[in-house]
């Protein structure tokens, strides 16, 4: 795509520029269903199951390379629209949203939940079952002018390369409140245990699916104002995965089942991350909750980025489940990630970290999570999953600065043998794997500028080199990071900064940490 000139776009999912390369079928779709009681919804309520990815042992499909020149500012208001959208996916995969309101969640006929992930009301899959060679290819993106996203759910820019299928996918539910008479099917409802809502980030069996070498860079600002709508997200995934969101508007005396996320593969062999290269010259900026500035990430088996919102009466004592790491595989190395970042990153919103750099081995990512009452996460991978982080390089010069609770300046990890970080304000616990095999790579950060952070449980630098698997738990009322160094080693980690890390609520301004071994608590 070559492009000279301004880009404004008003309507949902109206993205500025989409320069999309699908292999092994797919593309984009829409769903949005209204209705009550007795309406077209509640017929749809026992099952809404969506896969982003081909299946039955479909081999040797073609994503090609993706290729952006633009020069001119570009502006999309509208909900789930990015600026600019680049990618090329191997696999099957592109894009799926779901908008339904007035859901029951227990329905007469619906079967008992006893698989989450079997039974769930709702089931998105972001990956292919069984497939072989397809790995994706290169994304290249040259842009300048000012890239702004005014709705929620949006980015100014995103690229993508994805091996093994995925993409990207939205489920917006609207609750509807549960009838309490015979007429209304409650009593048969209440003998139903209450289905959740299930997502994977991460394909099954695969063999043979890498994800290519991106390479990107800008000119200009990126500013953008809605929830979960960060400034940049730039993935190279191998094993399937890429960008999951769930919002929930839960009503009083409505009904909502356990929510789980799971970010990784399932046996997947040869499955590995590619390069991740950004150049960023202009100012960062974001003003919505759970809306990351920069997000960067090479994972090797499987996964990506999930956030999951929660609203309403009917969330109080909802529950979650966070696992984080492949199950099994070999071959599942992450690439390197090297950026270079001037003109300042700024996050208004809670939950928005200014800087997230990632080199994961076996699978994982980052999930943020908000309105969720608790929150048990798993870090590491299972199984003897193996692969090895990459090395994380980041040059930033100007000042970065966050103001929200649990908006963390800058959060660098290379781990082997899976894991990643979950984000939260909920009630949490967590599980640590030992089932991950792999080692972290080197992390360098040098930065010229102050990086201050405002808000309550946020720290100015986190940086971790893991092996075995592991990460970070972090919530606005507690921090837990785990690590775990069987048979593994992690790499050196150096931080230079100049200028001042400033946490206005007596957190760290930096913590490092680097395995094998070890587990704190702070």
């Known amino acids: ?44 309520s026992g099952a809404l199951n969506t896969l982003l990815g081909a299946s039955n042992s479909s081999s040797g499909g073609l994503g090609g390379t993706v290729v952006v020149n633009h020069t001119g500012n570009i502006t999309v208001m509208g909900e789930g629209a990015q600026a600019i959208k680049a990618e090329s996916i191997n696999g099957g995969g592109g894009s799926v949203t779901f908008e339904i309101v007035d859901v029951l969640a227990s329905v007469p006929g619906v079967s008992k939940v006893i698989n989450l992930a079997e039974s769930a009301f709702s089931f998105a899959r ?21 890239l702004g996203a005014g709705g929620n759910n949006g980015a100014g820019a995103v690229g993508q390369s994805i091996g093994g299928g995925g993409g990207t996918s939205d489920l917006r539910l609207q609750l509807a ?15 139903v245990e209450t289905p959740g809502i299930y997502a994977a980030l991460g394909g099954i069996d695969g063999v043979n699916n890498s994800g290519a070498a991106l390479t990107t860079s800008h000119t200009g600002g990126i500013p953008t104002n809605g929830a979960n709508s960060m400034g ?56 919505g909750t759970n809306a990351t500035g920069a997000i960067l990430q090479s994972i090797g088996g499987g996964g990506g980025s999930s956030s999951v919102t929660l609203i309403g009466a009917g969330a109080a004592g909802s529950t979650m489940s966070a696992a984080l790491g492949s199950d099994g595989g070999t071959g599942l190395d992450s690439g390197a990630v090297s950026a270079r ?24 990512g980052e999930v943020r999570a908000s309105g969720v009452s608790s929150l048990e996460a798993t870090l590491g991978g299972l199984n003897g999953a193996t692969g090895d982080g990459g090395d994380v390089l980041f040059i930033n010069d100007g000042a970065i600065s966050t103001a929200g609770d649990g908006s963390h300046g800058v959060l660098l990890q290379s781990i082997g043998g899976g894991g990643g970080v979950v984000l939260t304000d909920s009630q949490t616990s967590v599980v640590l794997n030992d089932g991950g095999v792999g080692d972290g790579g080197a992390i360098s950060f040098a930065q010229a500028g102050d990086i201050i952070t405002g808000g309550q449980a ?10 075995g698997g592991g990460g970070l738990l972090a919530s606005t009322s507690e921090l837990q990071t785990d690590a775990n160094g069987i048979l593994s080693s992690s790499a050196s980690q150096q931080v230079g900064v100049g200028g001042q890390p400033f946490d206005a609520d007596a957190y760290f301004g ?13």
Do not use: K
């Open 1 to 44: 795509v070559d492009n000279t000139g301004s880009i404004v776009t008003y309507g949902a999912r109206a993205h500025g520029i989409l320069a999309q390369s699908v292999g092994g079928g797919g593309g984009n779709a829409q769903l949005a269903i209204g209705g009550g009681t007795n309406g077209a919804v509640q017929a749809a």
């Open 126 to 146: 972001l990956g292919g079952t069984g497939l072989s060679d397809m790995s994706s290819g290169g994304v290249l993106v040259e842009t300048s002018g000012t």
């Open 458 to 467: 946020a720290f100015g630098i986190i940086a971790q080199s893991l092996g």
């Open 341 to 364: 970042f001037s003109g300042g990153i700024f996050t208004q919103g809670a939950g928005s970290t200014g800087l997230l750099a990632q080199s994961i081995g076996g699978g994982g």
């Open 232 to 287: 940049l997200l730039m993935q190279s995934i191998g094993g399937g995965g890429g960008r999951s969101n769930i919002h929930v508007d839960a009503i009083a005396g409505s009904r909502l089942g356990e929510i789980g996320v799971a970010l990784g593969s399932t046996n997947g062999t040869t499955e590995a991350g590619g390069m991740v290269t950004r150049l960023q010259a202009g100012q960062v900026s974001t003003t």
């Open 510 to 522: 930096v913590t490092a940490q680097q395995g094998p071994g070890g587990r704190s608590y702070g």
């Open 177 to 191: 409140s549960e009838p309490t008479s015979q007429a209304g099917f409650g009593a048969a409802a209440a003998a």
